[in-house]
Nanobody, 131 residues
Framework: QVQLVESGGGLVQTGGSLRVSCAAS????????VDWFRQAPGKEREAVAC????????YYANSVKGRFTISRDNAKNTVYLQMNSLKPEDTAVYYC????????????????????????WGQGTQVTVSS
């Protein structure tokens, strides 16, 4: 079955850390850029981090810069989001999404973050930060 599956969410106190994972099955993530998005109740979906397929370049939203780190392990077909110094405002459902990138072209992270541009979406994992 071709899918992305997130895991690792949970409940953590303010200032704590969590690592969420995005594992691909049925396809290889090597040639895909992967974005992490989050959506809190009553709020729009927000792109928080992205990692490019070709050179591993990363992008972070200002709200998480310096606290979150995105990485990929192609051998495990998985992308991670390490979240440190968590705040209550980080509480949300976290989703990963993958978009294919031509390996012959140096690519950047998608700028428009249009949902339909992504080839695969995960089902989401809940992250709750208590104050």
């Amino acid at each position: 079955q071709v899918q992305l599956v997130e895991s690792g969410g949970g409940l953590v106190q303010t200032g704590g850390s969590l690592r969420v994972s995005c594992a691909a099955s049925g396809f290889t993530l090597d040639y895909y850029a992967v974005d992490w998005f989050r959506q809190a109740p009553g709020k729009e979906r927000e792109a928080v981090a992205c990692i490019v397929s070709t050179d591993g370049s990363t992008y972070y939203a200002n709200s998480v810069k310096g606290r979150f780190t995105i990485s990929r392990d192609n051998a495990k077909n998985t992308v991670y989001l390490q979240m440190n110094s968590l705040k209550p405002e980080d509480t949300a459902v976290y989703y990963c999404a993958a978009v294919w990138q031509n390996p012959a072209i140096r690519s950047t992270c998608p700028t428009e973050k249009i949902e339909s541009d992504y080839d695969y979406w995960g089902q989401g994992t809940q992250v709750t930060v208590s104050s």
